[in-house]
């Protein structure tokens, strides 16, 4: 079990949306610096290359290629949750999303990445989109 919560996953059609959320399973997210992950069927997960990133410190954000134009990390302090918004779902984004604190936001470039090793994973959310 780990120390913060995913949800919000589901089943939607190519060109949906879905709204992913990040909590802490104690209360108050354990870090600034949030990623979201994700491990698709038959693959590994892999904390070295995050999906998106926020570090809430200086409102800092990393997109992976992959999802840049389409998917939207944010942050409600006031809720204790990291969302992760994501628009025009295609098939490959069909995969168990996972969320991890912690994660490094190095100061140029677009990659973020969990540090290693990270074991320290969530349930996750599914997520399925059909064509």
């Known amino acids: 079990q780990g120390v913060v919560v995913e949800s919000g996953g589901g089943s939607v059609q190519a060109g949906g949306s879905l709204r992913l959320s990040c909590t802490a399973s104690g209360g108050l997210l354990p870090s600034d610096r949030i990623g979201w992950f994700r491990q698709a069927p038959g693959k590994q997960r892999d904390g070295s290359e995050a999906?998106?990133?926020?570090?809430?410190?200086?409102?800092?954000?990393r997109y992976a290629d992959s999802v840049k134009g389409r998917f939207t990390i944010s942050r409600d302090k006031d809720k204790n949750a990291v969302y992760l918004q994501m628009a025009s779902l295609i098939p490959d984004d069909t995969a168990s999303y996972y969320c991890?604190?912690?994660?490094?936001?190095?100061?140029?470039?677009?990659?973020?990445?969990?540090?290693?090793?990270?074991?320290?994973w969530g349930q996750g959310t599914q997520v399925t989109v059909s064509s």
């Open positions: 999906l998106a990133c926020i570090d809430s410190s200086d409102g800092k954000k």
């Open positions: 991890a604190p912690d994660v490094v936001l190095p100061p140029r470039g677009s990659r973020c990445y969990a540090i290693a090793p990270y074991n320290d």
